[in-house]
T-cell receptor, first 113, second 116 residues
Framework: ETGVTQTPRHLVMGMTNKKSLKCEQH?????MYWYKQSAKKPLELMFV???????ENNSVPSRFSPECPNSSHLFLHLHTLQPEDSALYLC????????????FGQGTRLTVV | AQSVTQLGSHVSVSEGALVLLRCNYS??????LFWYVQYPNQGLQLLLK??????LVKGINGFEAEFKKSETSFHLTKPSAHMSDAAEYFC??????????????FGQGTTLQVKP
């Protein structure tokens, strides 16, 4: 148990569906992150939130839409995805931005059909 | 800009043998460096981190890493491999540039296989 919980663990969706990934942390951290992990590629940072404000959008297509309603929750809203978006999506949190280590959730395995 | 290179996408060792996973980094500022481990169907777990204190860093599960500025390396070692060490290992450098977003830049990962 890392203190960062992601739901669902697995998700299969069609290209016309709309779904959301949820991340929750009760570590009292101020920063939260979405990463994408694809086969044979390094982890890619997608979004960074600090104190509920987005501080980085790493050139992510608009079909991915993050939401951070409070410091404990982070969502990733998905719509009209492509098969190449199939990947493991990892949420992480850290005490603050900068040099503190990130704590990762177990990820959501997304398959787009 | 920072970058990380992990030499060898797959490393295979026998149980009880030395584990050496290689990581080289590139950074324009003094780096913060991390090693993470990922077991199948799990998220990433921090093994150890270097944040400009002692150059030899000890982590969990008997792993350690040494920061060598002259070689821009941060190799991960363990004297004696256990079967339970089989996993994927990621080296990462933290973005400490002007943006300072806490962005972790990861290497491509090294899969460690431990043979009985």
């Amino acid at each position: 148990e890392t203190g960062v919980t992601q739901t669902p663990r697995h998700l299969v969706m069609g290209m016309t569906n709309k779904k959301s990934l949820k991340c929750e942390q009760h570590l009292g951290h101020n920063a939260m992150y979405w990463y994408k992990q694809s086969a044979k590629k390094p982890l890619e940072l997608m979004f960074v939130y600090s104190l509920e404000e987005r501080v980085e959008n790493n050139s992510v297509p608009s079909r991915f839409s993050p939401e951070c309603p409070n410091s404990s929750h982070l969502f990733l809203h998905l719509h009209t995805l492509q098969p190449e978006d199939s990947a493991l999506y990892l949420c992480a949190s850290s005490q603050d931005l900068g040099n503190t280590e990130a704590f990762f959730g177990q990820g959501t395995r997304l398959t787009v059909v | 800009a920072q970058s990380v290179t992990q030499l060898g996408s797959h490393v295979s060792v026998s149980e009880g043998a030395l584990v050496l996973l290689r990581c080289n980094y590139s950074s324009s500022v003094p780096p913060y460096l991390f090693w993470y481990v990922q077991y199948p169907n799990q998220g990433l777990q921090l093994l150890l981190k270097y944040t400009s204190a002692a150059t030899l860093v000890k982590g969990i599960n008997g792993f350690e890493a040494e920061f060598k500025k002259s070689e821009t390396s941060f190799h991960l070692t363990k004297p004696s491999a256990h079967m339970s060490d089989a996993a994927e290992y990621f080296c990462a450098v933290s973005d400490r540039g002007s943006s300072n977003t806490g962005k972790l830049i990861f290497g491509q990962g090294t899969t460690l296989q431990v043979k009985p």
